[in-house]
C-alpha cells in the first residue's frame, strides 16, 4: 500500500508538469484553433536556461524562474507572428509544420550552445526527502505540484475574475462577435501563445532538476501533454489539469508495477482508442459543424 | 501530348543511364535511396496532398513493412526451397505492404474520426508507439541493436546487385508514380481531392466521407510499407535509427517542398531532400537546422511548391485552352426526375437550453415547391439541417413517400434521395465545375478504385458517360460555358448554381436549397426563378428556405412559416402574405393590429 502510494505520489508531480504544459496547448487551441506543435522545445528551452542561469550563473531560483518566463513570453509573441500568423491569416493548416520548424531550430541551436551532453541540476531546495507517515517525497515534488497549483489558479483567476482574461474568453467563443464589440482580437491570439510559452518556461524550470538538461528533453513531455490535452479534450482546461496529474499517477503505477520501457506505449495507445470513443475528449462538449 | 510523352521517355532513358554513365556503385546506390524514397513520399502525397490529411507518422508504415520483409525472409532463407528461388523475397515484400496497410487500418479507424491537427498528433503518437515497440521488444526486433544480414533482392537464382537492382526500383517506381497518376485522375481521385476542400459537402452528395478516408489511408500506408520492404533489402541492416518521427517529418517535408497535390512533387521533394546532404558535406551537424530552415522557407515563399512555380508558368502559357474536345452535342437526355413526397413531423431540437425546433411538422408534397420563411432565428436552417442529416434531431420523423427515412448522417440522407445546397457555400476550391458534378454523381457511379487502378475499359466508358450527363446537368443551368474554370475563378452567382448542379448530380428526389439567393443581384434572383421552375416541371420536389421574398411569393406552391422553433402558419402565398400573425413576426406586434 505504501508502494502504491509512494509512486502515485511521485507520479502526480510528473502529471502537474504534463498538465501545465497541456493547458498551454488548450489556450491557444481555444483561441485560434491551432496550436504550437513543438511547445516541447519550449519546455526545453525554459530548462536549459534555467540550467545556465542557476547552475552556471548561480542565480537563486526564485529570480531565475520570472527571468526564464519574460523570455519565452517574449520569443513566444515573436514566435507567433513569424510562424503561426501568416498561416492562419491565409486559412492554412501547415502551421502544423512550421511550429515544427522552429522546435527543429531550437534543438539543434541549443545543441549548439549546451552541447549533447546531459547534465544534472541540482534540485532548488535540498535532497533530501520529507516523510508525510511512511510516504516520502522529494521537496522538488513538492514544489512541482505547489508551484502547478498557484499557476493555475492563477490562471483560473485571470480567466475568470479580469477584464483581460474575459477577453481571452470572448475571443475563444468567437472572435468575430468579439472583435466587433471592440476586443482586440489579434492581440488576444497573440497573447494567448506567449502564455502557452511561458507554461512551458514555467514547466521546463520545475522539471530540469528531476531530469537532465539536455536539448531532447522536451520532445516526450510535449508529446505526452498533448496526449493529455486530446484526452481531456483540447477545450477544457479544467478537465485538463485533472488528466494530466490522474496520468502522472497512472504513469508512475505503470512503471512501478510493470516496467518503464511499455509505460509510454501505453499511454499513447490509450489516447488514441479514447479519441475513438469520445473525439470531442472527456470532458470536452461535443460540437457539430456549422453548415 | 506527344511532347509530354517524349519528355517522360528522355528522363526514363537519362535515369536508366545513371549507372551506366557513373561506373561505380555510389550513384546507383543514391538513386534507389532516392527512388524508394520517392514511393514512400508518393504514398504520402496521395493521403496528404491531393485528400488534405496530415500524416506525420509514415515512416512507422515503412517500419512495418520493413521489419517483416526483414524478419520473414530471414527466417525462410534457411530454408534451401526458398534461398533457391528467391520467393521468399517476393513472399517478404508483399507481406510487409499487407502488415503496412493492416497497420493503416488499425490507426486510421480511430484516428480519422478527426481532423487537421488532431489527426497529425495522434499519428505522431503512432509513429512514437512504433519505434519505441521497436526499441523495447528485443526478442523480436533486436531492440536498438537492430537487424543485421537481411537477405539481398533476388529474382529467381539471380542475385541483384546494386546495379540491377536499381533497374528494378526504377521500373517500380516508374510504376509507383504511374498508379498514383490513375488514382488522382480517376473518379475516386476527383472525390478525393475535395474531402480537402469540403468534407461536409462530400458528405451531402452521399459518399460516405469517413469510409473514403480510411481506403485512402491504407492505400498510404501500404505505399510506404512497400518502400520499406525494398529499404530492408537494400541495406541489409535496419534498426529503430531508421523511422524516427524525423523521418516523418522529412516525408512531409518533401511533399510540401516539391508541390502538395501534383503528380511529380513528391518525387522532386525526396530527390531534392535526399542529395542535398550528400552535396554539402558535415551537414549533418546542422540537420536540423538546414531542414528547419528549408520548411520555414517552402511555407513562405514557395506555398505550393517546386512544381507550383512550374505550373503557375505553364498556366499563363495555355490559358486560352478552355473549350474542350469532346463536347459532342448529342442530345443527353438527364434522367427522369421522380420528386418524393416529404413529411417532416413533429421535429423537436435543443441546443443546451435554447430550442431551435419544437413539434414542427411540415408536409412537402410530391413535386411541389415548398417555401420555409420566418425571421432571422426562426429554425429554419436548423430543420434543413435536421432533415438532410447534417444535425440528428430529438425527437420526431422525417418520412419520404410515407416511410420513415431514418436518417442518421448526411451521405445516408442523400443515399434516400434528400439533397441540400448550402447557405455559406461549400465548393471545393480551385477544382473545376465539371469536377463538382462528377463528384455530385458519385451516388450513380458504378466504377470505383478498383478499375482505377487497373484503368478498366468499363471504367473508361462509364467516365465518358458521366462527363456526358454532367455536362447536361450544366446546360440545363446555363453554365456549361465554364465547364473548365476553376470555382475560385466563378463569379458568386455562377457559384451558387455550381451548388445547385453538384446537388441535382446526386439525382435526388427531395431538393432542399437552403438560402439560394443570399448575395445575388436583383438579375441572378430572376434567372434563379426560371432555374427552380424548370426544376419543378421536370418533377422534383423543392423545400426552399429564403429571405427575398419577390423570390418565394415568385415559385412557391405553398409556404410555413417558422418563428421561435414553431410553426406560425401555412398556406397558399396568397394567404400568408395577409396573415397577421406573419405580418406581426416580422415586423412586431403593433403593424399586425394597424
Given at each position: 500500500?505504501?508502494?502504491?502510494?509512494?509512486?502515485?505520489?511521485?507520479?502526480?508531480?510528473?502529471?502537474?508538469?504534463?498538465?501545465?504544459?497541456?493547458?498551454?496547448?488548450?489556450?491557444?487551441?481555444?483561441?485560434?484553433?491551432?496550436?504550437?506543435?513543438?511547445?516541447?522545445?519550449?519546455?526545453?528551452?525554459?530548462?536549459?536556461?534555467?540550467?545556465?542561469?542557476?547552475?552556471?550563473?548561480?542565480?537563486?531560483?526564485?529570480?531565475?524562474?520570472?527571468?526564464?518566463?519574460?523570455?519565452?513570453?517574449?520569443?513566444?509573441?515573436?514566435?507567433?507572428?513569424?510562424?503561426?500568423?501568416?498561416?492562419?491569416?491565409?486559412?492554412?493548416?501547415?502551421?502544423?509544420?512550421?511550429?515544427?520548424?522552429?522546435?527543429?531550430?531550437?534543438?539543434?541551436?541549443?545543441?549548439?550552445?549546451?552541447?549533447?551532453?546531459?547534465?544534472?541540476?541540482?534540485?532548488?531546495?535540498?535532497?533530501?526527502?520529507?516523510?508525510?507517515?511512511?510516504?516520502?517525497?522529494?521537496?522538488?515534488?513538492?514544489?512541482?505540484?505547489?508551484?502547478?497549483?498557484?499557476?493555475?489558479?492563477?490562471?483560473?483567476?485571470?480567466?475568470?475574475?479580469?477584464?483581460?482574461?474575459?477577453?481571452?474568453?470572448?475571443?475563444?467563443?468567437?472572435?468575430?462577435?468579439?472583435?466587433?464589440?471592440?476586443?482586440?482580437?489579434?492581440?488576444?491570439?497573440?497573447?494567448?501563445?506567449?502564455?502557452?510559452?511561458?507554461?512551458?518556461?514555467?514547466?521546463?524550470?520545475?522539471?530540469v532538476p528531476l531530469t537532465l538538461a539536455e536539448p531532447q528533453m522536451g520532445t516526450v513531455l510535449g508529446l505526452k501533454a498533448f496526449a493529455i490535452a486530446i484526452i481531456a479534450g483540447l477545450a477544457a482546461p479544467r478537465g485538463i489539469l485533472i488528466c494530466g496529474l490522474l496520468y502522472g499517477a497512472f504513469e508512475g503505477l505503470v512503471s512501478g508495477y510493470l516496467y518503464t520501457g511499455i509505460r509510454d506505449i501505453v499511454g499513447f495507445t490509450i489516447m488514441i482508442v479514447a479519441l475513438y470513443a469520445?473525439?470531442?475528449?472527456?470532458?470536452?462538449?461535443?460540437?457539430?459543424?456549422?453548415? | 501530348?506527344?511532347?509530354?510523352?517524349?519528355?517522360?521517355?528522355?528522363?526514363?532513358?537519362?535515369?536508366?543511364?545513371?549507372?551506366?554513365?557513373?561506373?561505380?556503385?555510389?550513384?546507383?546506390?543514391?538513386?534507389?535511396?532516392?527512388?524508394?524514397?520517392?514511393?514512400?513520399?508518393?504514398?504520402?502525397?496521395?493521403?496528404?496532398?491531393?485528400?488534405?490529411?496530415?500524416?506525420?507518422?509514415?515512416?512507422?508504415?515503412?517500419?512495418?513493412?520493413?521489419?517483416?520483409?526483414?524478419?520473414?525472409?530471414?527466417?525462410?532463407?534457411?530454408?534451401?526451397?526458398?534461398?533457391?528461388?528467391?520467393?521468399?523475397?517476393?513472399?517478404?515484400?508483399?507481406?510487409?505492404?499487407?502488415?503496412?496497410?493492416?497497420?493503416?487500418?488499425?490507426?486510421?479507424?480511430?484516428?480519422?474520426?478527426?481532423?487537421?491537427?488532431?489527426?497529425?498528433?495522434?499519428?505522431?503518437?503512432?509513429?512514437?508507439?512504433?519505434?519505441?515497440?521497436?526499441?523495447?521488444?528485443?526478442?523480436?526486433?533486436?531492440?536498438?541493436?537492430?537487424?543485421?544480414?537481411?537477405?539481398?533482392?533476388?529474382?529467381?537464382?539471380?542475385?541483384?546487385?546494386?546495379?540491377?537492382?536499381?533497374?528494378?526500383?526504377?521500373?517500380?517506381?516508374?510504376?509507383?508514380?504511374?498508379?498514383?497518376?490513375?488514382?488522382?485522375?480517376?473518379?475516386?481521385?476527383?472525390?478525393?481531392?475535395?474531402?480537402?476542400?469540403?468534407?461536409?459537402?462530400?458528405?451531402?452528395?452521399?459518399?460516405?466521407?469517413?469510409?473514403?478516408?480510411?481506403?485512402?489511408?491504407?492505400?498510404?500506408?501500404?505505399?510506404?510499407?512497400?518502400?520499406?520492404?525494398?529499404?530492408?533489402?537494400?541495406?541489409?541492416?535496419?534498426?529503430?535509427?531508421?523511422?524516427?518521427?524525423?523521418?516523418?517529418?522529412?516525408?512531409?517535408?518533401?511533399?510540401?517542398?516539391?508541390?502538395?497535390?501534383?503528380?511529380?512533387?513528391?518525387?522532386?521533394?525526396?530527390?531534392?531532400?535526399?542529395?542535398?546532404?550528400?552535396?554539402?558535406?558535415?551537414?549533418?551537424?546542422?540537420?536540423?537546422?538546414?531542414?528547419?530552415?528549408?520548411i520555414l522557407l517552402t511555407l513562405y515563399f514557395l506555398p505550393n511548391g517546386v512544381m507550383g512555380l512550374v505550373t503557375r508558368r505553364a498556366k499563363a502559357q495555355g490559358a486560352t485552352d478552355t473549350q474542350a474536345s469532346g463536347d459532342d452535342q448529342t442530345a443527353v437526355v438527364l434522367p427522369a426526375v421522380s420528386g418524393a413526397e416529404l413529411q417532416i413531423e413533429n421535429v423537436s431540437r435543443a441546443f443546451g437550453g435554447l430550442i431551435a425546433l419544437s413539434d414542427v411538422s411540415v408536409r412537402v408534397?410530391?413535386?411541389?415547391?415548398?417555401?420555409?420563411?420566418?425571421?432571422?432565428?426562426?429554425?429554419?436552417?436548423?430543420?434543413?439541417?435536421?432533415?438532410?442529416?447534417?444535425?440528428?434531431?430529438?425527437?420526431?420523423?422525417?418520412?419520404?413517400?410515407?416511410?420513415?427515412?431514418?436518417?442518421?448522417?448526411?451521405?445516408?440522407?442523400?443515399?434516400?434521395?434528400?439533397?441540400?445546397?448550402?447557405?455559406?457555400?461549400?465548393?471545393?476550391?480551385?477544382?473545376?465545375?465539371?469536377?463538382?458534378?462528377?463528384?455530385?454523381?458519385?451516388?450513380?457511379?458504378?466504377?470505383?478504385?478498383?478499375?482505377?487502378?487497373?484503368?478498366?475499359?468499363?471504367?473508361?466508358?462509364?467516365?465518358?458517360?458521366?462527363?456526358?450527363?454532367?455536362?447536361?446537368?450544366?446546360?440545363?443551368?446555363?453554365?456549361?460555358?465554364?465547364?473548365?474554370?476553376?470555382?475560385?475563378?466563378?463569379?458568386?452567382?455562377?457559384?451558387?448554381?455550381?451548388?445547385?448542379?453538384?446537388?441535382?448530380?446526386?439525382?435526388?428526389?427531395?431538393?432542399?436549397?437552403?438560402?439560394?439567393?443570399?448575395?445575388?443581384?436583383?438579375?441572378?434572383?430572376?434567372?434563379?426563378?426560371?432555374?427552380?421552375?424548370?426544376?419543378?416541371?421536370?418533377?422534383?420536389?423543392?423545400?426552399?428556405?429564403?429571405?427575398?421574398?419577390?423570390?418565394?411569393?415568385?415559385?412557391?406552391?405553398?409556404?410555413?412559416?417558422?418563428?421561435?422553433?414553431?410553426?406560425?402558419?401555412?398556406?397558399?402565398?396568397?394567404?400568408?402574405?395577409?396573415?397577421?400573425?406573419?405580418?406581426?413576426?416580422?415586423?412586431?406586434?403593433?403593424?399586425?393590429?394597424?
Open positions: 500500500m505504501y508502494f502504491f502510494l509512494q509512486i502515485a505520489l511521485s507520479g502526480i508531480a510528473t502529471g502537474a508538469i504534463y498538465g501545465l504544459i497541456a493547458v498551454g496547448y488548450s489556450l491557444t487551441f481555444m483561441t485560434t484553433k491551432a496550436l504550437n506543435f513543438a511547445l516541447g522545445m519550449w519546455v526545453m528551452l525554459g530548462g536549459m536556461l534555467t540550467y545556465s542561469l542557476n547552475v552556471q550563473y548561480g542565480i537563486h531560483p526564485l529570480i531565475v524562474l520570472p527571468v526564464v518566463m519574460v523570455a519565452l513570453f517574449a520569443l513566444g509573441l515573436v514566435a507567433e507572428r513569424f510562424s503561426v500568423y501568416p498561416f492562419l491569416r491565409a486559412g492554412s493548416d501547415v502551421w502544423v509544420m512550421s511550429t515544427l520548424a522552429v522546435g527543429f531550430l531550437m534543438i539543434d541551436l541549443a545543441e549548439i550552445i549546451w552541447g549533447r551532453n546531459p547534465t544534472p541540476v541540482p534540485p532548488f531546495f535540498g535532497k533530501d526527502p520529507v516523510y508525510l507517515g511512511q510516504v516520502s517525497i522529494l521537496p522538488q515534488q513538492l514544489l512541482i505540484i505547489a508551484a502547478a497549483c498557484v499557476t493555475f489558479v492563477g490562471l483560473d483567476f485571470f480567466y475568470r475574475r479580469t477584464l483581460p482574461g474575459k477577453a481571452f474568453r470572448a475571443v475563444s467563443h468567437s472572435g468575430d462577435v468579439s472583435s466587433l464589440m471592440g476586443i482586440n482580437t489579434r492581440r488576444i491570439e497573440a497573447l494567448s501563445y506567449a502564455v502557452a510559452a511561458a507554461l512551458a518556461g514555467i514547466a521546463g524550470f520545475l522539471v469520445r473525439p470531442e475528449g472527456i470532458f470536452g462538449r461535443r460540437q457539430e459543424e456549422r453548415a | 501530348m506527344r511532347d509530354t510523352r517524349a519528355l517522360i521517355l528522355l528522363i526514363v532513358t537519362a535515369l536508366a543511364a545513371i549507372p551506366i554513365i557513373t561506373g561505380g556503385t555510389y550513384y546507383a546506390f543514391l538513386g534507389i535511396i532516392v527512388f524508394i524514397y520517392s514511393i514512400v513520399a508518393i504514398g504520402l502525397n496521395i493521403l496528404s496532398g491531393y485528400a488534405g490529411q496530415f500524416s506525420l507518422g509514415h515512416a512507422a508504415f515503412m517500419a512495418m513493412g520493413a521489419y517483416t520483409t526483414a524478419l520473414l525472409t530471414k527466417a525462410l532463407a534457411t530454408i534451401s526451397f526458398f534461398a533457391q528461388t528467391g520467393l521468399h523475397i517476393l513472399l517478404g515484400v508483399i507481406c510487409g505492404t499487407i502488415v503496412a496497410a493492416l497497420s493503416g487500418i488499425i490507426l486510421a479507424v480511430p484516428a480519422l474520426r478527426v481532423r487537421g491537427p488532431y489527426l497529425a498528433m495522434v499519428t505522431i503518437a503512432f509513429g512514437w508507439v512504433v519505434w519505441k515497440i521497436l526499441q523495447e521488444w528485443v526478442s523480436v526486433t533486436g531492440g536498438d541493436l537492430g537487424i543485421s544480414s537481411i537477405p539481398k533482392p533476388q529474382i529467381g537464382v539471380l542475385r541483384l546487385e546494386t546495379r540491377s537492382f536499381y533497374y528494378v526500383v526504377l521500373a517500380l517506381f516508374l510504376a509507383a508514380l504511374a498508379l498514383q497518376v490513375r488514382l488522382v485522375r480517376s473518379q475516386f481521385g476527383t472525390r478525393l481531392r475535395a474531402v480537402k476542400y469540403s468534407e461536409i459537402a462530400v458528405a451531402s452528395v452521399g459518399i460516405d466521407v469517413y469510409r473514403l478516408k480510411v481506403i485512402v489511408f491504407v492505400i498510404s500506408a501500404a505505399f510506404a510499407g512497400f518502400g520499406g520492404t525494398l529499404f530492408a533489402h537494400q541495406q541489409n541492416y535496419i534498426s529503430p535509427d531508421n523511422f524516427q518521427f524525423f523521418s516523418s517529418v522529412f516525408f512531409l517535408l518533401a511533399v510540401l517542398f516539391g508541390g502538395a497535390g501534383t503528380i511529380l512533387g513528391p518525387v522532386i521533394g525526396a530527390g531534392v531532400l535526399m542529395l542535398l546532404p550528400e552535396m554539402l558535406h558535415d551537414f549533418d551537424k546542422y540537420r536540423l537546422i538546414v531542414y528547419a530552415c528549408l408534397a410530391a413535386g411541389s415547391i415548398h417555401a420555409l420563411i420566418g425571421p432571422n432565428g426562426a429554425g429554419k436552417t436548423t430543420l434543413i439541417n435536421i432533415v438532410s442529416g447534417t444535425y440528428r434531431a430529438d425527437s420526431g420523423r422525417i418520412n419520404v413517400d410515407g416511410a420513415d427515412a431514418k436518417i442518421t448522417s448526411m451521405h445516408m440522407a442523400a443515399r434516400q434521395g434528400i439533397v441540400r445546397t448550402f447557405q455559406t457555400l461549400k465548393l471545393f476550391g480551385n477544382m473545376t465545375v465539371i469536377e463538382h458534378v462528377v463528384v455530385g454523381k458519385a451516388r450513380h457511379s458504378r466504377v470505383g478504385l478498383w478499375d482505377a487502378l487497373v484503368n478498366s475499359r468499363r471504367g473508361k466508358e462509364e467516365d465518358r458517360r458521366q462527363l456526358c450527363e454532367a455536362k447536361a446537368l450544366l446546360r440545363l443551368l446555363g453554365i456549361s460555358h465554364l465547364e473548365r474554370t476553376p470555382a475560385t475563378a466563378l463569379a458568386y452567382g455562377h457559384r451558387r448554381l455550381v451548388e445547385i448542379a453538384r446537388a441535382l448530380a446526386v439525382e435526388p428526389r427531395i431538393l432542399l436549397l437552403d438560402e439560394p439567393a443570399a448575395g445575388l443581384v436583383a438579375e441572378e434572383i430572376r434567372a434563379l426563378a426560371v432555374v427552380i421552375r424548370k426544376l419543378k416541371s421536370m418533377g422534383m420536389t423543392i423545400l426552399l428556405v429564403e429571405h427575398h421574398m419577390d423570390l418565394v411569393l415568385a415559385v412557391s406552391d405553398r409556404i410555413t412559416v417558422l418563428d421561435h422553433g414553431a410553426v406560425i402558419a401555412e398556406g397558399e402565398p396568397a394567404d400568408i402574405r395577409r396573415n397577421e400573425r406573419v405580418i406581426a413576426a416580422y415586423l412586431g406586434p403593433s403593424h399586425a393590429a394597424a
